[in-house]
């Protein structure tokens, strides 16, 4: 088993003066959520995600070495312009990490990011954009000690992008990947991602994904408190047991192709993660009401047409309509004849299945 102390860089001073690495990270939607968390962003159950190919963050780290190695020293850049806001999240990270990556306090960093979608549209830039610095991070490992190998540099490279934001950990590389311990995936772990390791139907090859943005502003309760919120849950056990049952049954079903069930097990599950906020104390809803009209269009759409599309959410208002290649024409087209009216000046993205971080 790889424990965390295995993720220790311990060889002697860096030797390297100065340079910049440059990546790309995709965002990543979850089809058995993970909601609530341990200490150190351990999750409380297991989760498996769609990486997205559109939806992604692009960071570019340069670094130069400085005389003194006692504090961390950074700039941020957003789109070529400070950001004094994103600092306080990025000092916190490098904090979490220098246990693991002891030749950071060595070098001045500047880092610029962008994303490829509209910022605060409603999509968490958190997973994409923790995933990219880490991977750029890791290129400077590499470049320090180049005996890593390919495997090594990619799990600790999602274990660093866990400590950022927990989800990160499933944006660094496959098209679905899971997190956290469970019994019928092997090498599977708390601690990073792994990429979903049996042959997935072509049901899912080239899935799609198009995220209608209902509500782009910014929601009443964080990740993060409401993750917290788990801990003294009526229902928390429950829940637990649930995500690795569902977790169990859409292996099977992204191995066997069988639409129907993939279809109610992902709708329940992010039911379920909303539900799971409506019964906390403090409770609250974060679905607004033309996210219920959405939901409620898919099912009649469904219904109708037998067309196998399908929603999930996040931890907002938010939609993902889910569907296969096959009936891409007909699904857009009930998108756009019935669905963007309920977005926020008509905005949505068209995504589909990518396959990770990339150096660009």
């Avoid at 306090?105 to 910022?119: A, E, L, M, S």
């Avoid at 974060?286 to 099912?299: A, G, Q, R, S, V």
Wanted: aromatic content about 10%.
């Amino acid at each position: 088993m790889i424990s965390e102390k295995d993720f220790i860089f311990n060889q002697s001073a860096a030797s390297i003066n100065n340079g910049n690495f440059q990546w790309s990270a995709p965002s990543n939607i979850a089809l058995v959520k993970y909601w609530g968390k341990k200490d150190n962003q351990i999750p409380a159950n297991p989760s498996v995600s769609l990486t997205l190919k559109e939806c992604k963050t692009i960071t570019k780290l340069t670094f130069v070495k400085k005389d003194d190695n006692k504090n961390l020293s950074f700039d941020l850049l957003f789109e070529g312009k400070p950001k004094e806001d994103f600092k306080p999240k990025i000092q916190k990270f490098f904090e979490r990490i220098e246990i693991y990556c002891p030749y950071l306090k060595n070098y001045h960093f500047t880092i610029d990011t962008q994303n490829t979608f509209p910022h605060s549209s409603g999509i968490a830039s958190s997973a994409s954009g923790m995933a990219a610095l880490a991977m750029n991070i890791m290129s400077l490992e590499k470049a320090i000690n180049p005996e890593i190998t390919e495997d090594y540099f990619n799990q600790k490279a999602s274990f660093l992008a866990r400590l950022g934001s927990g989800s990160a950990c499933r944006s660094v590389k496959g098209n679905i990947v899971v997190w956290g311990n469970h019994k019928e995936i092997e090498n599977s772990s708390d601690l990073f991602g792994v990429e979903f390791p049996f042959e997935v139907h072509s049901n899912f090859k080239n899935y799609q994904d198009t995220i209608l943005l209902v509500d782009k502003g910014e929601k009443q309760v964080s990740s993060t408190i409401g993750h917290d919120l788990m801990h003294n849950h009526p229902f928390a056990e429950q829940r637990f047991l649930q995500a690795h049952h569902n977790l169990s049954a859409i292996k099977n079903v992204l191995t066997t192709g069988d639409l129907d069930q993939f279809i109610q097990i992902v709708e329940s599950e992010a039911l379920t993660l909303h539900a799971m906020m409506m019964t906390s104390m403090p409770y609250f809803i974060l679905m607004k009401p033309n996210t219920l009209e959405i939901i409620n269009k898919i099912w009649k759409f469904r219904n109708e047409t037998k067309i196998p599309v399908c929603f999930t959410l996040d931890a907002g208002a938010n939609v993902h309509v889910l569907y296969t290649e096959n009936v891409r024409v007909e699904t857009l087209q009930f998108i756009k004849d019935e669905l963007v009216g309920y977005c926020q000046n008509g905005q949505y993205i068209c995504d589909e299945i990518g396959f990770g971080a990339q150096k660009l």
